[in-house]
């Protein structure tokens, strides 16, 4: 079956840094997104990866290893505003967004 | 630009009646898709339309009813509603073709309870 996992629930401090993991098996790979959702609201999009290595998008990055299964997003100089649901999502072989359950970034002053 | 819109926002709905949710995008994008999405779990897929005139099954099609009569409009029928269908419903559209790895863009979203 296909999978994504990341944690439930994270806790930061605003100003700090935090990394979220998504780590997935899928019946093949076409690029992997992250979304950002506050409570409430529409998901929106932050990054897409489809090539192993980082990209970075001023204070958000996202990295792949497709050999591992592997991603992270990395949130510098964190803000108040910050605090939402990121969702990992794996496009697989049909070209449909496979989602993880999404991590609820808490981010305290 | 106003991007997609759903309509209702929200909606209280008896079992067993019909309700059908709205969706209109106006940036001409070729794939639209209804999903749910449910506290707990991922966003899980139900209808897609690579193109008007074509629609496809997703994760969980099960009670629900798609048409795209044209490039703007992709509507989801809930035929006769059960109390498992209350949930959070988004519409989304991507510029992709059949195949293509395009960004998805969400509308606001319709939450639905079946009583």
């Known amino acids: 079956g296909q999978n994504i996992d990341q944690p439930t629930e994270m806790t930061a401090t605003e100003g700090a840094i935090v990394q979220i993991n998504c780590t997935y098996q899928?019946?093949?790979?076409?690029?992997l997104f992250w979304y950002q959702q506050h409570a409430g609201e529409a998901p929106t999009f932050l990054s897409y990866n489809v090539l192993d290595g980082l990209e970075e998008k001023g204070r958000f990055s996202s990295f792949l290893s497709r050999s591992k299964g592997y991603s992270y997003l990395l949130l510098k100089e964190l803000q108040m505003k910050d605090s939402a649901s990121y969702l990992c999502a794996v496009m697989d072989s049909n070209y449909q967004l496979i989602w993880g359950a999404g991590t609820k970034l808490i981010i305290k002053p | 630009t106003a991007g997609i819109t759903q309509a209702p926002t929200s909606q209280i709905l008896a079992a067993g009646r019909s309700m059908t949710l709205r969706c209109t995008q106006d940036m001409r994008h070729n794939a639209m898709y209804w999903y749910r999405q449910d506290l707990g779990l991922g966003l899980r897929l139900i209808h897609y339309s690579n193109t008007a005139g074509t629609t496809g099954k997703g994760e969980v099609p099960d009670g629900y009813s798609v048409s795209r009569a044209n490039t703007d409009d992709f509507p989801l029928t809930l035929a006769s509603a059960v109390p498992s269908q209350t949930s959070v419903y988004f519409c989304a559209s991507s510029d992709s073709l059949a195949g293509g790895t395009d960004t998805q863009y969400f509308g606001p979203g319709t939450r639905l309870t079946v009583l």
């Open positions: 899928t019946s093949g790979f076409n690029g």
